[in-house]
């Protein structure tokens, strides 16, 4: 009995439910076919691989947005000393 409980903590702490689009699920399981492997193993190789990216990608958009923001304001600055 004591076992069963640990067993169901150690589960519910790494396992993921989703919703995807009916497009999506097909792609993958297109994939895992393709290349013999599960659809869980296609998910996860997914997420090894996007994960990396999209933090990438959002390091990327908070330095272009910190950037453009000091811009427009030394922009701001520069116009306002003009009317001075």
């Known amino acids: 009995m004591e076992s069963n409980k640990l067993e169901k903590k150690t ?3 790494h396992c993921l439910s989703i919703f995807v689009s ?3 699920k097909e792609r993958l399981q297109a994939l895992a076919e393709k290349y013999d492997r ?3 193993d ?3 190789a997914v997420l090894r691989i996007g994960i990396p990216m999209m933090e990438g ?3 990327a958009e ?3 947005v910190s950037e453009y923001i000091a811009l427009f304001r030394k ?3 520069v116009k306002s ?3 001075i």
């Open 11 to 13: 589960r519910g702490r």
């Open 42 to 44: 296609m998910v996860r």
């Open 22 to 24: 009916h497009d999506l």
């Open 75 to 77: 922009l701001r600055k």
């Open 57 to 59: 990608l959002s390091q």
């Open 81 to 83: 000393l003009k009317e």
């Open 62 to 64: 908070e330095i272009m």
């Open 38 to 40: 599960t659809t869980a």
